[in-house]
């Protein structure tokens, strides 16, 4: 076993899926691409890591609320766009041809083109290392998509498709919480 | 769209990588499975949520260092064992047939096994969440090994492994560290 570099160890961690993350400011909507996210135990609470430097932040910060939606491969191409582009002077709605729908709860829209939606609300905010605590208050899914594998980044560019699925349920189940 | 459980959309969020995460608690190695890990900025800080549930709890909070180790698709049944298991009865190397190897930093071990390992340091606890903030300060990686493919726990007992590769390396270009 030999030493890697340092700086690059968080490579080996993220990949979790991509998200994006919607917001409102009372004018108007904005999206975030984020790989730095975390679920909270089996609860719908969810903790993600932005700051200051996402342009997001500040409606997230105001009014508390946005909506996780969930892209797939075939969008990996405008998750990356919106990733790298600013909605201090983009519509990244119009810019990437994406559908923004009403919320139930939240002023925040959904994707209509995302594999589903989670409507969320920022319950806290641990300054010290810039986590949001968001709690999930509706969830939407699209059953009707063909294309259901996420994309996972791996923080240097490259992204890793979902492959195969395996089955440990049974092995589980005593870990699980019931009717799962 | 439809309306979806909220009690399942956590398992819209978690796919990221299951580590397998290890400590020492001064007498004895252990050995957890933890799927709920976040990355915190370009940085080598990581977050973890665990708490007084999982046994290797107290070694963490006592001892204040872990290593997170990489396993990969051929280990996964090794995954879900060490997950449903408890070393409070139970040595997991021993059950699990993986070799304990010596940091440089940390006395909890690496597992020789993995595609990889991070010696981290316990920086922080955010108790209200169950959020163990863990800085990494040494990392090792197994190139010789052939099977790279890290599992993603979906949550319910299902997993994906890692599919295909895509890079978009140069669209990035402008959001990532330089030298990455």
């Given at each position: 076993?030999?030493?890697?570099?340092l700086?690059?160890?968080?490579?080996?961690?993220?990949?979790?899926?991509?998200?994006?993350?919607?917001?409102?400011?009372?004018?108007?909507?904005?999206?975030?691409?984020?790989?730095?996210?975390?679920?909270?135990?089996?609860?719908?609470?969810?903790?993600?890591?932005?700051?200051?430097?996402?342009?997001?932040?500040?409606?997230?910060?105001?009014?508390?609320?946005?909506?996780?939606?969930i892209?797939?491969?075939?969008?990996?191409d405008?998750?990356?766009?919106?990733?790298?582009?600013?909605?201090?002077?983009?519509?990244?709605?119009?810019?990437?041809?994406?559908?923004?729908?009403?919320?139930k709860?939240?002023?925040?829209?959904?994707?209509?083109?995302?594999?589903?939606?989670?409507?969320?609300?920022?319950?806290?905010?641990?300054?010290?290392?810039?986590?949001?605590?968001?709690?999930?208050?509706?969830?939407?899914?699209?059953?009707?998509?063909?294309?259901?594998?996420t994309?996972?980044?791996?923080?240097?560019?490259?992204?890793?498709?979902?492959?195969?699925?395996?089955?440990?349920?049974?092995?589980?189940?005593?870990?699980?919480?019931?009717?799962?």
């Open positions: 076993m030999r030493q890697m570099e700086s690059r160890a968080f490579t080996l961690m993220e990949p979790g899926p991509v998200v994006l993350v919607t917001t409102y400011d009372s004018e108007k909507n904005n999206i975030m691409t984020i790989s730095w996210t975390m679920v909270l135990d089996f609860t719908p609470q969810f903790a993600i890591t932005t700051g200051a430097w996402n342009y997001s932040y500040t409606a997230l910060r105001k009014n508390r609320e946005c909506v996780i939606a892209p797939t491969v075939d969008m990996l405008r998750v990356v766009g919106i990733g790298t582009c600013s909605g201090a002077d983009t519509d990244k709605f119009a810019k990437f041809k994406l559908t923004p729908m009403p919320g709860v939240v002023k925040a829209p959904l994707i209509k083109e995302c594999l589903a939606n989670i409507e969320c609300k920022v319950i806290d905010i641990v300054q010290n290392y810039n986590i949001v605590v968001l709690e999930g208050v509706l969830a939407h899914a699209n059953p009707m998509r063909k294309e259901k594998r994309i996972h980044a791996v923080g240097d560019g490259t992204f890793i498709v979902d492959g195969r699925k395996l089955d440990r349920r049974e092995m589980m189940a005593s870990k699980l919480p019931a009717g799962l």
